[in-house]
């Protein structure tokens, strides 16, 4: 099973700031097959990214996928009010999907 | 729209069995993988398994192996997540999820149903 890990745990920062959020998996993730995810409370998640680097249909062009292999990165290039929320790395190469244990970006 | 509505709240004891469903529609649902996903309270996401409509070929997690059943009845596109004796671990909020390349099994999720509530308590 792929473990995914992310960090840091929670990030605080303010409107309009760069947010950087990484995921990193215990082996490599065949065909960069990583996906990003968003969730709010009281919602189900929210797909942004695929294939590592793909935004999803209707997501804004801030939010941006990176990486290959072991090493991901989900970068948020100004953040909006709405884009404070907890961040979900998913691996779907390898049989388990395994998730990652997630990112919450909160206002500073 | 492509939608997955899941049913509503539970609340059961120990012991009792439950069966959950997600109903699709705007798509082919027998044509697209749907997963189950666990968030226990203030946790992350796990993956329990997956199940295609289409000839309801089913793959679990070992995590949840023998834990609970997948299933699914394309003639009303919907699919089911039971329990056959449930745990007061098994509180949680349930989310059915439909893979985006309906003949991939692995695969990320661009639609997610509402979530149902599990709630097992004495």
């Known amino acids: 099973e792929i473990v995914l890990t992310q960090s840091p745990g929670t990030l605080s920062l303010s409107p309009r700031n760069r947010a950087t959020l990484s995921c990193r998996a215990s082996q490599s993730v065949s065909s960069s097959y990583l996906a990003w995810y968003q969730q709010k409370p009281g919602q189900a998640p929210r797909l942004l990214i695929y294939?590592?680097?793909n935004r999803a249909t209707g997501i804004p062009d801030r939010f941006s996928g990176s990486g290959s292999g072991t090493d991901f990165t989900l970068t948020i290039s100004r953040l909006e009010p709405e884009d404070f929320a907890v961040y979900y790395c998913?691996?779907?190469?390898?049989?388990?999907?395994?998730f990652g244990g997630g990112t919450k970006v909160e206002i500073k | 729209e492509v939608q997955l509505v899941q049913s509503g709240a539970e609340v059961k004891k120990p012991g009792e069995s439950l069966k959950i469903s997600c109903k699709g529609s705007?798509?082919?649902?027998?044509?697209?993988?749907i997963a189950w996903v666990r968030q226990m309270p203030g946790k992350g996401l796990e993956w329990m398994g997956i199940?295609?409509?289409?000839?309801?070929?089913?793959r679990y997690s070992p995590s949840f192996q023998g834990q609970v059943t997948i299933s699914a009845d394309r003639s009303i596109s919907t699919a089911y997540l039971q329990w056959s004796s449930l745990q007061a671990s098994d509180t949680a909020m349930y989310y059915c999820?439909?893979?985006?390349?309906?003949?991939?099994?692995?695969?990320?999720?661009?639609?997610w149903g509402q979530g149902t509530m599990v709630t097992v308590s004495s």
């Open positions: 998913q691996q779907y190469g390898s049989s388990p999907l395994t």
């Open positions: 999820a439909k893979v985006q390349r309906g003949s991939y099994h692995k695969d990320a999720f661009d639609i």
């Open positions: 294939g590592a680097s």
């Open positions: 705007g798509y082919s649902f027998p044509s697209y993988w």
């Open positions: 199940i295609f409509p289409g000839n309801s070929d089913t």
